[in-house]
Structures are given as C-alpha cells and as structure tokens.
C-alpha cells in the first residue's frame, strides 16, 4: 500500500514548492477556488443566501469537483463526494438515498427528490442528468416537503443550470481511456447582444468495449473485505467469497449516449426578464448485463431518453422578486430480450414505459430589510404508462394500470435575521389527486379518482455562538404519495374455476409521513483555513403502507366465488438515527494562500436504521433497512497551486449494507461486505487555453458493487483536453 501512494505523496511534496511561485495562465474564473468554503445555495428556502446562514445541511458540488472526480454520471458524483447510499447498475440505472431512505432508481414514488433549476428534474434515474453545463450540484439532507412536497424525505439533490453573461466565452474537449471509452463536448454562453444571452452545452459519451471487474484488490485484501454473509431462517449462517468475478471481463456493458442544452435569455428591461431553457438525453443500444452473483448470462437492450423544456419570466421590483415558470418533461425507457435461459434468441422488443411531468411555479421574495419572505403556488402533474409484448410483437397485458399524480400546493418560507440569531420558519398545504387511468389489456383494474390534503410544516435555527462558530437546528416533516392504484385501484382476478381475488384501493390510505430534526454545530473561519460540521439527525416516518390479504368465501349469483380480498393499509414504522460529519483544512494558510493543499472528509454514520416489514400472519418483522450503509466516508486530499495545476487523491469507504438474495430459493438476508475505492485527477493547465487532466479511477483496482451480482469497473485511466475559448 506504500508504494501504491508513494509517487501521489511525491508529486504533492514537489506541487507545495513550486506553490509560491507566480503563473500568468491561471485557471478560469468560473470554477470556485478550493478554499472558498461559504458558497450562496438556494435549495433550502428556493431563494439565495450563504450556505453558512442556512440551518439545514447543504453540500455543494462545483465545476472544480466535476473536472476534478472521474465520473460517468450524477450518480458517480455524490456517491464520491456527498456521503449518500446509492444503487448503480453497470449501465445507466442508478438512484440514490439520502439519511437512511433505501436507494430508488424509478417509479414515482421516491423518497429522494431530484430537480434542476428548483422544479422537478424529469427523471426518476439519476443516471439519465446531463453533467454539461453545470453551476453547481447542491444536495439538502434532510426533510424539504415544506417547499417541495413529496418525495423530499430524506432530501433533495438540486441541479443548477449554468446562466453565462457577458463577452461569450466556452470549451471544447476531448477524452479518451480505458474500455474504449470515448467523450466530446462543447459548452459556451455569454451575451450575443446587451439584452440577449445564451448557453449552449452538447456531449458524447461511448464506451466501445466491455469493462474489466476489479482484479488486484490492494485494499480489500489489506482490510479482509473478502466475503458476505447469508442469514438463513432455518441453517447456520454462510459464508460467501466475493472474489470469483475478480479480472473478468463483464460481458454487455457497451453503450453511448448524447446530450445537449440551449437556453436562450432576453432582458425585457431593468425589471423583467424571460428565459427558454431545453434539454435532451438520449442513449440507444444500452447493453445490460445478467446477474454475477446467480451464475445468469442473460442480458438484455434498451433504449433510455430524457427530453425538458421550461419557460421562465422573472421580475425585479425593489423589494420583490416574482417569477413564474412553466415547465415539462418526459422520461422513456424501452426493453428489448437478446436471449432467455442463457441462450440466445431473436431480440424483441418487450416492454416500454414513459412517465411525464408537467406544471407551474410561481413565486414572490418580499424582502424586508434583513428579512425575506417567499410566497408561492406549485402545480405538478406526474403520470406514469407502460406496455408490454410477446416474442412475436402481441400486445400483452402491462405490469400495472397507467396513472397520474396531480399535486396543488401553496407554500411560505421566512427568513429572519436577527443578527446572531436566523429563523427559517415554513409550511405547505397540499392537495393531493390520485388518478387511475382505463388502461388497455387490464379490463378488471377499475378506473378510479380521490384527493388527499397534507400539510408540512418546517422550521430552522441557526445562533452564532461565538465568531465562526454556529448551532443549527432544524425540524420538518416529510411526506410521499401513495401510489395512485393503493389508493383508488380496483382489481379482480378470476381462475378456471370461478374463485375470485379482489385487491381494491384505501380511499382512506394516508401518505407515508415522517417527522425528522437535526441539532448541529457549524464552524466556518475561511481566513484560517477550517470548515467543520457536526450534525446528529433522527427520522421517525410513520403510516408506511402494507398489503393486507384476507381470505373470505363469499358466493356471487352466478356460482363464482370471492375467495381472498386485498386492500392496503398504513402498517408499519421506520425509526433512523445518525451522525453527519464534515471537515476540511486548507494548509495554504500557512502559505498565506500562496497556493491550497486542502484535506477533506464528509461522512455519515447511522446509529439506526431500521424499518417494520408486516409478515403475511399480520406481525412486524423488524429489520435494517436495506441497501444502507452502516457508515459511509468521503475523504481526500486537493493541491491547486492557483495556476497552472491542480491534484486531487480522493477515496471512498462504505460499510457493510443488508439486501435480500434472490438468487438463492431460500431467500435469506445478506449481509454485503465492506469496501474502499480510491481516486486521481491531476489537470494542468497551458498557456492560458489549453488544459490537460488525466483521470484514473478505482486506482487500486477493486472488484466492488454497488448491487450485489452487478460488479462495477476495475482500475480505468482517461485522458481529457480542453481548449477554452
């Protein structure tokens, strides 16, 4: 392991003295300096202020973190830099989960929120964000129902479009490395006359071949992360070795994707402005791969794309800022089967889905003198559709019957300054449509319509101690919708023999809620280079929801019988608890900031996390919520000598996780094992226009998974240059 950070520990050594040294060709200014700790967010009250003035817990990604972090995806990016679980497949299926909430990478119903801009990003996996054109990436831990309602449980992960004005300025690059894998892109914005402005970002991405599982594993055999254990109900534990992947080459994981951004401004006049903003994302031929872990070599295509668009007018009248937007977007995923039973066959197209969002926001910052005031009306209409066909391209019946969620919502949040003292209080009002729709080949799913009403309300607090020195405390609450047909389906399944099965929706379902604060302390002293937080969060959510089945006899008039009736019921419980941490120290104070060689840490640890599973006798079995790491840590080292180079060694290690195993017919609880997975960049910049950075990920080339059977990428090296223009 010596030799492995030996020549990092020498380049470092050799950067610090050449760090007094003064370069005419700096880095570019849009990129944040390293020790510019106190960045201005907007996602924990949808209005600007200094993230060190919020009470909740905010981290922020930069343009520096994404040069800086080799990464394919969003996934990639807080997954290494935020301390969040993630579920990442080997190919553009990912989600993630913040504060103890399982991962999710679909459905409508998560328990994370992702928006772009402030309104909701149009996916449901995190995989399928555009990385171009980005200000920054700010993820909220904690409850934020009370300024966007559902979903925003455990968090919310905003991503921040980049608004360029000015003389036009951009680049171009170009990046090549291991596995065949190919990127081009192109980002300029400015101004093309005084009142008219612009970004325009487009990329490539393409991975030509197969990857390589991990096969060195310097740091699992340093540490004996060699094996899982399996809990069976009825045998002795087991014992599972997870080095039988190690080197292989992972079969059907090619793929390539596109993506592209324009938005285009217009100053009306001193108070009024519009902007247009519209995306696409689109990969076709996704290879897929089987499952490791049972022995599957079955693998499977799709075709995934995203497509947004949003209209923004904005207004400035002394004390207020109004704006309206109405946005839309649209999620599509197709399937296709290449073989079945691990033999090839005639692809086929198999199963589509689509979820669309469309809606409004409109707000109003009143401020008043040290105080702000955000008033707004938030609409949403959120559907989902699938189908389904046979090998021979027959319609088949889908998994579930088409259905919307329309959400009405208005919304207060206050910031009060008091000088040592800030409040933060807020509440929404909610009102909730739970639509089933007719849907084709499903005659006995019923259509059906309720509304729902839910209120969250929040609060935050933070008090200056002593200079640089802050507690924080916050407490809100958090909500999900139920699925649309828990609460207004209706389904009857009949057999050959006339016994009837009938699941039909709670009218009376309540949203799966959950009450959360936090206590912290926060200490922020830029000019001696610290940055620290503590912070202890508890979660209860309640009015979890469960199907509950009773068997009847119930004989109808035409000889049929009803023999089991189905509803859903709020059952169960979950309880979370843990501890946030985060620290980072820059030596160049030492230097009087003749150069930055930052050391940084975040992490979070769970003291619980645990969640009631209702058993088919009625009981409530309770367990570690699954796919949750025990601790989570994200650590590295950043040396920027202010101008023409910068390093980043960065790592991250995550505890033991629990899931079930499907693979094995008896079912039994798996406990994964721990990993580590460390990282490079080095970029150097030339003459002013030209840079360099060379990437190298999973440095010591681990074979790890963030999904037990869907091992990740061993070592991969890449070389990018840009031009700025």
């Given at each position: 392991?010596?030799?492995?950070?030996?020549?990092?520990?020498?380049?470092?050594?050799?950067?610090?003295?050449?760090?007094?040294?003064?370069?005419?060709?700096?880095?570019?200014?849009?990129?944040?300096?390293?020790?510019?700790?106190?960045?201005?967010?907007?996602?924990?009250?949808?209005?600007?202020?200094?993230?060190?003035?919020?009470?909740?817990?905010?981290?922020?990604?930069?343009?520096?973190?994404?040069?800086?972090?080799?990464?394919?995806?969003?996934?990639?990016?807080?997954?290494?830099?935020?301390?969040?679980?993630?579920?990442?497949?080997?190919?553009?299926?990912?989600?993630?989960?913040?504060?103890?909430?399982?991962?999710?990478?679909?459905?409508?119903?998560?328990?994370?929120?992702?928006?772009?801009?402030?309104?909701?990003?149009?996916?449901?996996?995190?995989?399928?964000?555009?990385?171009?054109?980005?200000?920054?990436?700010?993820?909220?831990?904690?409850?934020?129902?009370?300024?966007?309602?559902?979903?925003?449980?455990?968090?919310?992960?905003?991503?921040?479009?980049?608004?360029?004005?000015?003389?036009?300025?951009?680049?171009?690059?170009?990046?090549?490395?291991?596995?065949?894998?190919?990127?081009?892109?192109?980002?300029?914005?400015?101004?093309?006359?005084?009142?008219?402005?612009?970004?325009?970002?487009?990329?490539?991405?393409?991975?030509?071949?197969?990857?390589?599982?991990?096969?060195?594993?310097?740091?699992?055999?340093?540490?004996?992360?060699?094996?899982?254990?399996?809990?069976?109900?009825?045998?002795?534990?087991?014992?599972?070795?997870?080095?039988?992947?190690?080197?292989?080459?992972?079969?059907?994981?090619?793929?390539?994707?596109?993506?592209?951004?324009?938005?285009?401004?217009?100053?009306?006049?001193?108070?009024?402005?519009?902007?247009?903003?519209?995306?696409?994302?689109?990969?076709?031929?996704?290879?897929?791969?089987?499952?490791?872990?049972?022995?599957?070599?079955?693998?499977?295509?799709?075709?995934?794309?995203?497509?947004?668009?949003?209209?923004?007018?904005?207004?400035?009248?002394?004390?207020?800022?109004?704006?309206?937007?109405?946005?839309?977007?649209?999620?599509?995923?197709?399937?296709?089967?290449?073989?079945?039973?691990?033999?090839?066959?005639?692809?086929?197209?198999?199963?589509?889905?689509?979820?669309?969002?469309?809606?409004?926001?409109?707000?109003?910052?009143?401020?008043?003198?040290?105080?702000?005031?955000?008033?707004?009306?938030?609409?949403?209409?959120?559907?989902?559709?699938?189908?389904?066909?046979?090998?021979?391209?027959?319609?088949?019946?889908?998994?579930?019957?088409?259905?919307?969620?329309?959400?009405?919502?208005?919304?207060?949040?206050?910031?009060?300054?008091?000088?040592?003292?800030?409040?933060?209080?807020?509440?929404?009002?909610?009102?909730?449509?739970?639509?089933?729709?007719?849907?084709?080949?499903?005659?006995?799913?019923?259509?059906?319509?309720?509304?729902?009403?839910?209120?969250?309300?929040?609060?935050?607090?933070?008090?200056?101690?002593?200079?640089?020195?802050?507690?924080?405390?916050?407490?809100?609450?958090g909500f999900v919708t139920a699925d649309a047909y828990s609460v207004a389906g209706y389904n009857e399944v009949r057999d050959s023999q006339g016994r009837i099965s009938i699941t039909q929706g709670n009218p009376d379902l309540k949203n799966e809620s959950s009450l959360s604060w936090d206590l912290g302390l926060s200490f922020l002293r830029p000019n001696t280079g610290w940055s620290a937080t503590l912070t202890y969060f508890n979660t209860s959510v309640t009015n979890r929801i469960a199907k509950v089945t009773t068997k009847v006899d119930?004989?109808?008039?035409?000889?049929?019988?009803?023999?089991?009736?189905?509803?859903?019921?709020?059952?169960?419980?979950?309880?979370?608890?843990?501890?946030?941490?985060?620290?980072?120290?820059?030596?160049?104070?030492?230097?009087?900031?003749?150069?930055?060689?930052?050391?940084?840490?975040?992490?979070?640890?769970?003291?619980?996390?645990?969640?009631?599973?209702?058993?088919?006798?009625?009981?409530?079995?309770?367990?570690?919520?699954?796919?949750?790491?025990?601790?989570?840590?994200?650590?590295?080292?950043?040396?920027?000598?202010?101008?023409?180079?910068?390093?980043?060694?960065?790592?991250?290690?995550?505890?033991?996780?629990?899931?079930?195993?499907?693979?094995?017919?008896?079912?039994?609880?798996?406990?994964?094992?721990?990993?580590?997975?460390?990282?490079?960049?080095?970029?150097?910049?030339?003459?002013?226009?030209?840079?360099?950075?060379l990437k190298v990920s999973n440095m010591t080339d681990e074979n790890y998974y963030e999904k037990r059977g869907y091992n990740l990428p061993g070592r991969a090296i890449s070389l990018r240059y840009q031009i700025l223009f």
């Amino acid at each position: 392991m010596k030799f492995q950070f030996y020549p990092l520990t020498a380049i470092l050594f050799m950067a610090v003295l050449a760090g007094g040294t003064s370069y005419a060709t700096p880095f570019p200014a849009d990129t944040l300096s390293p020790h510019q700790l106190d960045p201005v967010v907007v996602t924990a009250t949808r209005s600007a202020h200094s993230r060190d003035r919020i009470a909740q817990k905010i981290e922020v990604l930069t343009p520096n973190d994404l040069q800086m972090t080799p990464s394919n995806d969003l996934t990639d990016l807080v997954r290494k830099l935020a301390a969040v679980d993630v579920i990442q497949y080997p190919t553009l299926s990912s989600g993630v989960g913040i504060r103890g909430f399982r991962p999710q990478f679909s459905g409508l119903n998560q328990r994370t929120l992702l928006l772009i801009d402030g309104c909701p990003a149009g996916a449901t996996n995190l995989s399928l964000i555009n990385l171009n054109g980005i200000q920054q990436i700010e993820v909220l831990k904690g409850p934020a129902s009370a300024l966007y309602g559902s979903q925003a449980m455990g968090g919310v992960i905003n991503v921040i479009s980049a608004h360029s004005k000015g003389t036009p300025r951009g680049k171009a690059w170009a990046e090549y490395g291991s596995f065949q894998t190919s990127q081009l892109g192109l980002q300029v914005g400015g101004n093309l006359t005084k009142k008219l402005d612009f970004d325009l970002s487009g990329s490539t991405f393409e991975r030509g071949a197969d990857y390589t599982i991990g096969k060195n594993n310097l740091l699992r055999k340093a540490f004996h992360f060699d094996n899982a254990l399996k809990y069976y109900s009825a045998q002795p534990q087991a014992s599972v070795s997870e080095t039988l992947a190690d080197g292989q080459q992972r079969p059907n994981t090619q793929f390539h994707q596109y993506a592209g951004m324009l938005r285009v401004g217009y100053q009306i006049d001193e108070k009024w402005r519009i902007d247009l903003r519209g995306e696409k994302f689109q990969a076709k031929d996704v290879e897929s791969p089987g499952d490791i872990s049972s022995g599957s070599t079955e693998a499977s295509k799709k075709d995934v794309d995203r497509s947004a668009l949003d209209f923004t007018l904005t207004g400035d009248h002394g004390t207020h800022q109004a704006s309206l937007k109405v946005y839309g977007s649209e999620e599509n995923t197709t399937n296709y089967v290449l073989n079945e039973y691990g033999k090839p066959i005639a692809p086929y197209r198999s199963a589509q889905s689509q979820n669309q969002w469309k809606g409004l926001q409109l707000k109003d910052i009143w401020s008043l003198g040290p105080h702000s005031l955000t008033i707004g009306y938030d609409y949403l209409k959120a559907s989902n559709n699938s189908r389904r066909w046979y090998n021979d391209s027959t319609a088949r019946a889908p998994y579930q019957p088409d259905y919307a969620l329309i959400t009405s919502a208005l919304y207060v949040q206050a910031f009060l300054d008091f000088g040592r003292l800030s409040l933060q209080p807020g509440l929404r009002n909610e009102r909730i449509t739970y639509e089933v729709k007719t849907t084709d080949l499903l005659p006995s799913y019923q259509a059906g319509k309720k509304n729902l009403p839910f209120v969250s309300p929040s609060l935050g607090l933070t008090y200056r101690l002593l200079p640089g020195l802050k507690v924080k405390a916050n407490m809100g609450r958090g909500f999900v919708t139920a699925d649309a047909y828990s609460v207004a389906g209706y389904n009857e399944v009949r057999d050959s023999q006339g016994r009837i099965s009938i699941t039909q929706g709670n009218p009376d379902l309540k949203n799966e809620s959950s009450l959360s604060w936090d206590l912290g302390l926060s200490f922020l002293r830029p000019n001696t280079g610290w940055s620290a937080t503590l912070t202890y969060f508890n979660t209860s959510v309640t009015n979890r929801i469960a199907k509950v089945t009773t068997k009847v006899d119930e004989p109808q008039p035409n000889g049929d019988k009803i023999v089991s009736r189905a509803q859903y019921v709020n059952a169960t419980e979950a309880h979370i608890q843990g501890i946030e941490t985060e620290i980072q120290y820059d030596f160049g104070f030492l230097a009087d900031h003749r150069y930055s060689l930052r050391a940084f840490l975040n992490g979070t640890s769970f003291l619980k996390a645990q969640e009631g599973i209702r058993q088919a006798d009625a009981s409530i079995l309770s367990r570690d919520i699954h796919n949750v790491a025990k601790n989570t840590f994200n650590y590295g080292l950043e040396y920027d000598n202010l101008a023409w180079m910068r390093l980043r060694l960065t790592a991250r290690n995550i505890g033991h996780r629990q899931d079930i195993d499907y693979t094995d017919v008896l079912n039994p609880l798996i406990r994964y094992p721990q990993y580590m997975v460390a990282d490079l960049a080095a970029t150097f910049s030339i003459e002013n226009r030209h840079q360099l950075t060379l990437k190298v990920s999973n440095m010591t080339d681990e074979n790890y998974y963030e999904k037990r059977g869907y091992n990740l990428p061993g070592r991969a090296i890449s070389l990018r240059y840009q031009i700025l223009f």
